[in-house]
């Protein structure tokens, strides 16, 4: 079944440790993204990928990095987690929809979310 | 750079009641507008779009939205809601930039919550 995956769902750990989070898709979508989100408040996008080997920052200054090495896999890296870093981390990805022109359109389909917690 | 307002932070509704939720947005081009729904422990869903053509669009369970272009709304509706409704409600847009711009602005979210 065509989904999207994160690991871990929850993960909390001291600062200054580095990890990872997972996400991968099996949609065949060529566009990934991370976004943060906090409690009441909006998603905000921090990177984006529209092909392997392709990554860029969103409008949320970020300190993670991400990779995409393949087409599948979008994973997001903090070298040294601080309480800063606390915040759920949902991953995304999208298909192009439509007839292409003004009628085509984004629609973007997310995972469950990680939330993680630096001590 | 765009921005998208939700007005409500949490509504609370009893079974049976109507509902509508606004959103505006600031974009003075071409947009697609989309609402996501996130129920309780679950990932965000998609719960309806619009492109282009006719600004009523109609979604799941029953929900729909108005895209009135002149005043940059796109309100979520949906004529008698149910307890299965209570959910965080996420408006978002894409501004159609012809080169491709893939990325969604999201408002800050309703928390609707429904009285049996």
């Known amino acids: 079944e065509a989904d999207i995956y994160q690991t871990p769902r929850y993960l909390v750990i001291g600062t200054g440790k580095k990890i990872t989070l997972e996400c991968s898709q099996t949609m065949g979508h060529d566009k990934m993204y991370w976004y943060q989100q906090d409690p009441g408040m909006e998603l905000h996008l921090i990177h984006y990928?529209?092909?392997?080997?392709?990554?860029e920052k969103g409008d949320l200054s970020s300190e993670s990095t991400v990779s995409r090495i393949r087409t599948e896999h979008f994973p997001l890296t903090l070298e040294s987690a601080r309480p800063s870093h606390t915040s759920q981390y949902l991953c995304?990805?999208?298909?192009?929809?439509?007839?292409?022109?003004?009628?085509?359109?984004?629609?973007?389909?997310f995972g469950p979310g990680t939330r993680l917690t630096v001590l | 750079a765009q921005s998208v307002s939700q007005h409500n932070h949490h509504v609370i509704l009893s079974e049976a009641a109507s509902l509508e939720l606004g959103c505006n947005y600031s974009?003075?081009?071409?947009?697609?507008l989309f609402w996501y729904v996130q129920y309780p422990g679950q990932h965000l869903q998609l719960l309806l779009k619009y492109f282009s053509g006719d600004p009523l669009v109609k979604g799941i369970k029953g929900f729909e939205a108005e895209f009135i272009k002149s005043k940059f709304s796109f309100n979520l509706r949906k004529p008698s809601v149910q307890w299965s409704d209570t959910a965080e409600y996420f408006c978002a847009v894409n501004p159609y930039s012809g080169a491709g711009s893939y990325q969604l602005t999201f408002g800050k979210g309703t928390k609707l919550s429904v009285i049996p």
């Open positions: 974009y003075g081009g071409t947009v697609n």
């Open positions: 995304a990805s999208s298909r192009r929809g439509g007839q292409g022109g003004q009628s085509s359109y984004n629609e973007q389909f």
């Open positions: 990928s529209y092909g392997v080997n392709s990554t």
